[in-house]
Nanobody, 125 residues
Framework: QVQLVESGGGLVQAGGSLRLSCAASGRTFTNYRMGWFRQAPGKEREFVEAIRWNFGSTTYADSVKGKFTISRDNAKNMVYLQMKSLKPADTAVYYC??????????????????WGQGTQVTVSS
């Protein structure tokens, strides 16, 4: 049973930084691709950034280019999302997702089979 548990969300002022963590368990994730998505109130869940666990290659949404960085720690089975220069528009619930596919990291939420419960990020102006 795959389990994903996010942590690290909170309230931060505009311009600040946060690092989200996703603890992954229940499988060996070497051949998975992992993603971060976010959902603001009244909006659809949108792609943020993704990584191929085995190669470490990434893909990201244009809206977070240069601001957010995804990474993983093989030894700890952790995936991280380092966020900087946060804006109120980044306010959302952030979700970690996993897809048992070793292919290129993808942006579609429909490709991901497993989801965490989400962690709230609120950026004040």
């Amino acid at each position: 049973q795959v389990q994903l548990v996010e942590s690290g969300g909170g309230l931060v002022q505009a311009g600040g930084s946060l690092r989200l963590s996703c603890a992954a368990s229940g499988r060996t994730f070497t051949n998975y691709r992992m993603g971060w998505f976010r959902q603001a109130p009244g909006k659809e869940r949108e792609f943020v950034e993704a990584i191929r666990w085995n190669f470490g290659s990434t893909t990201y949404a244009d809206s977070v280019k240069g601001k957010f960085t995804i990474s993983r720690d093989n030894a700890k089975n952790m995936v991280y999302l380092q966020m900087k220069s946060l804006k109120p528009a980044d306010t959302a619930v952030y979700y970690c997702a996993a897809d048992p596919n070793p292919g290129l990291a993808v942006r579609s939420r429909y490709e991901y089979d497993y989801w965490g419960q989400g962690t709230q990020v609120t950026v004040s102006s």
